[in-house]
């Protein structure tokens, strides 16, 4: 068990704990659960929920209530340049939203990388309507002091199917010295 999955921030939510970790394969199907229950995400496969659960946990989070999953983060750091984390999907139970869950895990794992390169830069992408996300990294953009830019990334032409643009949202560089604030 690495570093990063050992790690986990505990906060309190009407008398109960929400805990902040790495996901475990086991959390795979309830990852898949509240990605369905959402209209902004896009649904993968129950597969392919577990493989991130496994293969991505060190760079990924999941938010715990007595060993539920309400919310996730699913991340990557890119190939081509490992100081950057993906951001594929946040999401939250609709039970747990409004709690700061998605801001709280997406810092714990920007500012808990045990890396030699630590992430200096956060993208994601986000479709026009989704208005929550596009919110959600603007705050963060604010709370580290980093520039957040956007641009498309891909639009309607690049998709196979009726698939809105994707607009490619960038936070960067962040300085790591903000990371340690709660």
């Known amino acids: 068990m690495s570093l990063l999955q050992q790690v986990s921030k505990t906060t309190r939510s009407s008398n109960r704990e929400i805990r902040i970790a790495s996901p475990e394969v086991s959390h795979g199907g309830d990852i898949w659960r509240i990605a369905k229950s959402t209209t902004e995400l896009d649904l993968n496969s129950s597969y392919m929920y577990l493989l991130f659960a496994r293969d991505f946990a060190d760079s990924s989070r999941v938010a715990l209530v007595d060993d539920e999953v309400v919310g996730f983060v699913l991340a990557y750091r890119r190939v081509d340049d490992p100081d950057c984390l993906f951001v594929w999907q946040v999401a939250v139970d609709e039970d747990h939203r409004g709690q700061g869950l998605a801001q709280r895990m997406l810092h714990d794992l920007v500012s808990t990388s045990d890396d030699e390169t630590p992430v200096r830069t956060v993208e994601t992408t986000v479709t ?30 690049h998709f196979p199917d009726d698939h809105d643009a994707e607009r490619l949202h960038e936070i960067g560089p962040i300085d790591p010295s903000v990371l340690d604030e709660p």
């Open 128 to 157: 026009d309507d989704n208005v929550a996300s596009r919110r959600l990294f603007a705050s963060l953009a604010e709370r580290w002091g980093a520039d957040l830019t956007t641009r498309t990334l891909f639009d309607e032409t």
